[in-house]
Structure formats: C-alpha cells, structure tokens
C-alpha cells in the first residue's frame, strides 16, 4: 500500500516532509572498497583490471580482449531483430535531433572602453561512457550519453560495460555503432572507472566520465572528480504525476508503476485534486500489479515508497512538486501547459495526459539522464553542455588599459597583491613616456 | 631557480610529465575531521557553529551575532575609502555586463511527428557564497560568485565568511552590497559548509554553494555535493605565458609574479620560442623578487614550481599549451591572435601583450573562478549556467504518440520494462478503438 497524504491533514507538513526525507538507498560502506580498487587499478594497471574481472564477472580476459574487436561487434549486431534495429535508429535520429539544437553560441563583442571580449566553447577531447550491466543494460542509455558527447564533437569516445559471464547485449553494442562509438571495453565496476580516469596500457583515459552504476560506481565516480569530470552522481528513479479526475485511472497508474518497476527504491508519486481518483489509481495500480512481469520490484517500490496525494488545488499541487523537484514530471490536467508553466524545480516535464514519461526514456528527444534526489533544485539532465567547457577570452588595448587598468591597481593593492598592480602599472608606464 | 626546460632537450618528455604530474597540494588528512564536523554541525546546529567559531577564530558569538547586523555592515562600509569604492563599483558594473550576456535561452519547437518539444531555464531558488577569512580574503571574489548569481537570478543569495579574532574586511562587505547580498554570516570553515547545506535554525539551508576555501572547506565541499550543488573544487592558482621574443621582459616578469605571489603552491610557466629572452625574463623576475612584499611567497611557487619553455615554434607552444590546459593563459606574441584562436583547452585566454591577466582578475569582466591543475579540459569558469538549471519539455498529441509511440514500446520490452511499454501501448488502443 502506498501512502495517502492530503494536504488537508492536520499532520499533512510532517508527513510530507517524512516523504522528502526518506533514504531510498541502502547505506552501504563501498567507499573504502573503491578506494582500494581505484589505487590497485593505478598500480597494476591492466592486471588488476583482468583480475577484478574474473572475480566479479567470472571472464578470463588479457590485454587483447579487453576491448571487444569489430568483427565481435559485427557478429552481435548481425542477431538484433530488424524491428528493435529500427526502433533503436528512430531513438538515435531524434534524441540527436532534439540535441543539435543544445550546441552553444560562441560571443565576441567589444564594449565601449576598447575592450574586445567574448568566449568560446570547445569539446572534451575524450570521454568514457559507464554502461551497466545485467538487468539494468540499456542500449537506450548508450544513446543517451554517446549522442550528446558526439554532436559536443568529442573526438574520442569509449564505453566500459561488465559482461558477467561473457554475456554481452547485442542491443547495446549496436547503440553504441549507431552513436558512433569504436572502443568497446569488457569493464564494469569501480575498476572500469579507474581505468578510464587514469588509464592503463590497454584503456586510454579520457578527460569525463558518464553514465549511470551500481554504489561501487557511483562512489569511483565521486572520487575520481577533479582527475576528470564526472555528470552526476544518480540515485533512484522517481516519478511525480499531478493528475486532475479527467483522467483513465489505468494510464496513470501504469505510468507510475513505469517508474516502480526500474528498481525496489523507485520512487512513485500522484498528487491529485480528487481524492476519488487517487483510490481509483491505486486500485488499478494493484490491479495491473497483478499481472506485471516485475511485479515483485515495482510491487515493493510502491509499498514503500510510493504516496498519493491530495489537493485542494493546482496551486498546491504545483508548491508541492517544486518542494519535490522530481526527476521526471508528468502532468495529466486539462490546463497541462498553464501548469507547466509555472514549475520551477523538474529534471524533465511531461505535458498532457498523452505524453506517457516512457516516451521520454526512449525517442522524445530530451536526454533521459536527468537530476534524481531532489538536485533538480540545482542541476540539470545530460546534455551537449556536459562534453564542452567555455574558454572566456579578453584582450585590452593601450587605451582599453588606460581605462580601466587603474582600478584594477587600486583593487590589487587593497588585496595586498603588489605584483598584480605591478603587471597593470608597468604597461601604464609605458603610455606615459 | 626555476625550471629550465627545451623541446629540443632528448629527456624533455619526461621532464613535461614530470612538470604537469607536480603535485602541488599538501595531501592533508582533513576529510576524517570535516566529517567530523559536518555530523555535528547537523546534530547541535548553532550550537557547534558557536562552538567551531570561538574555537578557530578566537571569537564569542550567539545565534543573534551570527549574522551581520545591516548597521554593522553600513558602518563598515563607510570606512572604505572613495577610491576604492569607485574601483569596486566599476568592476562590478563590468562583470555584471558581461555575465548579462550569459543569460541562456529557452526553446520550443514542434517537429515532424507533431511533438512539442524543448526545455526552459530557470534560477536556483538559493545559493551561499563561501569567502575566505584572513590575507586571501578578496572582495573581487565576492563580486564573482555574487554576481553572476544575481544575474541568473537566484531569489536568496548568502555569504559565510570567518572573521577572525573579530575582524571582518570592509571591502568584502561592500563587495556584498554591490552585488545584492543581504545576509552575511561570520562563519568559515567546514562547519560554513555544512550549515549552508544542511541548515540551523539561523542559517537557512541553500542549493547551490560556490566559493574559494582551504582544503577544509573544499572537502566540506566534496562532502556535501549531491546535498547541495557546489562549483568546483579550486586548487592553487597557475598562470601559463606563451612569448615570443619581442616583448619586455619585466612586463612578463611581473605577470609570471602576479601568480606566484597567491600561494607558495602557485605555478607560473613561460613558454618561448627565444631561449635568451626566456633567461632574460627569469632574470626581470629575480630583480622584482628583490623588492615585491610577497617574496617570500612569490620566491618559493616560482623556484618549486615555476618553469620556462623553450620550444622551436608557435605550434609546439600551442601543443604544450593544451597539454597543460593552463587557468590562465596569456599570449603575448605578434599573432596573438591566432594564437589563441588554435587554443583548445585553457580556463581563461588574456590576448596579446596589453592584457595583463589581473586584468581579468578585477576588471575585464569575465570571471576570475576558474578551472584550476589541468581541469580546463573538461569544466569551465564560474558563470552565469552555474546558478540556473534546464528543465526538458514534451509535449505529445495522440498523432505524434501514434507516429513515435510504437518504437518506444519495442526498446521498452527489448530492455525488459514492461510497465514502460503498457503505458505507451494503453493509450495506442485508445486510439485504436
């Protein structure tokens, strides 16, 4: 049973932040086992790679294998059926299509003391691309990070995805060709990330690193920041539906259990207007429980975590989803867009009741890596952004200094920065001989 | 005596890797502590800050002291001198002008299939400014931290700044006038962190928190990424000078000095193509460091970690140059110009022999927080994208969820969600009947 929260409750804020509040990832202490990993991968380098790799994914590799070889990749693709084939190119033409449009604009200008300025932006030479493995494989994931660091024009691109027991997902490898991706690695774990941040003689390292994981993952990730650059440290799924009464109790409540099903620590949430029709979600939730292949996670993600929430209007249901600021928002109301609108706080929104999230997760176009856990208060999904950095360019003339040099020299002195005003002062010199 | 490097030397590779591997930061065992700190910052709340207060800076404070009062900070305020204020007054102007133009724009567009699609940018609703306490206490930091978050928007900006023994910096409370910031608080250190992250009951918790500090305030930082978004993790300053032979030696002198006079861990490195004007500029330097106040700072980053370069021509100085991925990099050469137009990595690029880097420090308007020890390969200077976040949008009709929605439901059950694809499927047969 989910929670059923109204906002007329006399214990409603309580409640609610309770909900905020709650810890949906285990707690687990893999910190110190990565750091252990991290410094052996940098010792040992490709020995300690095919280590780990027997260990975890039980696969005799050597520095050949390690990376799959084209006529692997070949012999996969050959066997994906010619329909998911063409639903894996729809996905690629639109997701590239909606991120063309993300490329920035470079600026130079020259403002009125002389001073030509501006700044340019430029790619990541190299970026690596975490691909899990098992249950949680998604080629649509590949897509969702290769694209974006292909059209940023990152030159040199490769992905580290465990293939436990030597099982590889066709699927994936053929995301990856489609996003034009050449060097395939055999690595997973805390090991994979350390080779591409630090690189061995078999694994190249790159400059960032993306791509969802498991806890090992995501701990290698946070300590390899600042050797290179990481996206985002991602937490369970979560969905966030405001749904007025006008709606087929059934879509929402697969909509919720589309988020339910990823993992027991998904996160499902429907405010509604009409507490009726938040009964009549659930009761069809249960009922679509019943049958659901993943029943057993997306059943236990909804027990536990899972909340129905009811309104006295938009106005508060729009209040509460900023507070919530969810990865994924779908708003199934009449006056959808109106609402949308005024949403501050979201990863990626779903407007009308005919925009089910799954659309988004695979050929919508926006990127489905998006801010879990509330960070949407302050970041944002992948993006072309995420491979390009900015490079802020200035270049004074004689009479541009001659402006503005002298305040920079009285600042430097107040900072006690005597060589700062010295390089302004030198220059001022000069002018006056 | 710095280093005294050439391309044409037979061991130069290996005394570059040796050079860009220099480890420049005291490996402090702090993280253990500021854990430490951070768990009880958010048990005892005011209390601890109290605590670590009258601890490290020698100063008494109550939950009423912890913040300057508005009389405090307009006496303060009138001490500084009106050559100063003028001085603080332009900069501000000319990097607010020049963050304005960073302001990112939305999008919306409908393509073929009839999907809206596009994302929208919004402010983070809270950010917290840390600025050190002491000698690297810089109103021009506060100017670019505050600044460009004011100009993204951000409704509650704050500040935490130590004032050790009591002493607070005029300037930097004016610094925090111009730029909008009503709340300052007389904090520093990990415990600064951790209240703007987790919140007391008189510091309100923030979202995004930028700012310089020592190493216990960048592994407070680290810490609470993913709580709160955070900038970067800064490292010492470093400057890198691309010069060919016509140029004034003391001129680039003093520029190599502007750096190395920050921290003893600084680093300043002169790429040239004239071996003689490189000594003659290593000994301009050693004819300032006579007389600079900060020589003995400055002395000891350019004898440790200063370099000058040697190389055979402009395109091994733009080779080098993008191996080191400077934060700074100024290019005093003939063809400035094209020089920097070839440059791929670098935080911050001054153009010809006019713009001294500390130009940029105050006055050039672009920002002084950049990518610092290699970083510029993958992240960017502090702007105005920082403190806002992008929300994707789509919006389906039933046409376009008919057109895109089928291939969604294939990947959906390639990937094994089944949830997925019956929230795309139930709406196909509303359609269907």
């Avoid at 790799?53 to 084209?70: G, I, K, M, N, Q």
């Avoid at 390292?205 to 600042?226: E, H, L, Q, S, Y």
């Amino acid at each position: 049973m989910p929670q059923f929260l109204s906002t007329t409750d006399p214990d409603f804020e309580t409640n609610f932040r309770a909900l905020l509040g709650m810890k949906r990832e285990a707690d687990e202490d893999v910190d110190k086992a990565v750091a252990a990993i991290i410094a052996d991968v940098r010792a040992r380098g490709d020995q300690a790679l095919i280590d780990y790799t027997a260990r975890y994914d039980r696969l005799t590799l050597t520095p050949e294998t390690l990376v799959f070889s084209v006529e692997e990749v070949d012999a996969a693709i050959a066997t994906v059926p010619p329909q998911e084939r063409s639903a894996l190119e729809l996905a690629a033409a639109r997701i590239r299509a909606y991120h063309e449009r993300q490329r920035p604009e470079n600026a130079l200008w020259t403002d009125e003391a002389g001073a030509q300025l501006g700044w340019r932006w430029t790619a990541v030479s190299a970026a690596g691309l975490y691909v899990p493995g098992g249950l949680a494989s998604y080629p649509s994931s590949v897509l969702m990070n290769a694209i974006p660091a292909q059209v940023a024009g990152v030159e040199r691109l490769c992905i580290c995805a465990p293939t436990p027991d030597g099982v590889a997902n066709p699927l994936v490898l053929l995301a990856a060709r489609l996003a034009g991706v050449e060097t395939i690695y055999r690595l997973g774990g805390a090991q994979a990330i350390a080779a591409m941040a630090y690189g061995t003689d078999s694994v190249q390292p790159v400059d960032k690193i993306t791509g969802p994981g498991n806890a090992f993952v995501a701990a290698a990730k946070r300590r390899v920041f600042g050797q290179v650059g990481i996206d985002m440290i991602a937490g369970p799924s979560e969905i966030l539906v405001i749904a007025d009464a006008d709606n087929d109790p059934d879509w929402i409540a697969v909509d919720l259990l589309s988020q339910a099903e990823h993992d027991e620590s998904a996160q499902s949430i429907l405010i509604t207007t009409d507490r009726a029709f938040g009964e009549a979600v659930a009761k069809a939730v249960d009922k679509r429980l019943e049958t659901l292949e993943r029943r057993k996670i997306a059943g236990k993600s909804w027990a536990d975590f899972g909340a129905v929430i009811t309104v006295r209007n938009v106005e508060e249901a729009v209040a509460l989803s900023d507070r919530i600021a969810p990865e994924h928002l779908e708003i199934a109301c009449a006056d959808a867009q109106d609402i949308a609108d005024t949403i501050r706080h979201a990863g990626a929104i779903f407007i009308g009741a005919w925009t089910p999230e799954a659309i988004g997760d695979y050929v919508g176009g926006p990127n489905h890596v998006l801010p879990t856990a509330r960070s949407a208060r302050f970041s944002s999904g992948l993006s072309v952004l995420d491979f390009m950095k900015r490079t802020t360019l200035a270049r004074m003339t004689p009479d541009a200094l001659a402006a503005i040099g002298p305040a920079a020299e009285t600042l430097a002195i107040s900072e006690g920065l005597e060589a700062h005003g010295l390089s302004v002062r030198a220059r001022l010199e000069r002018l006056n001989t």
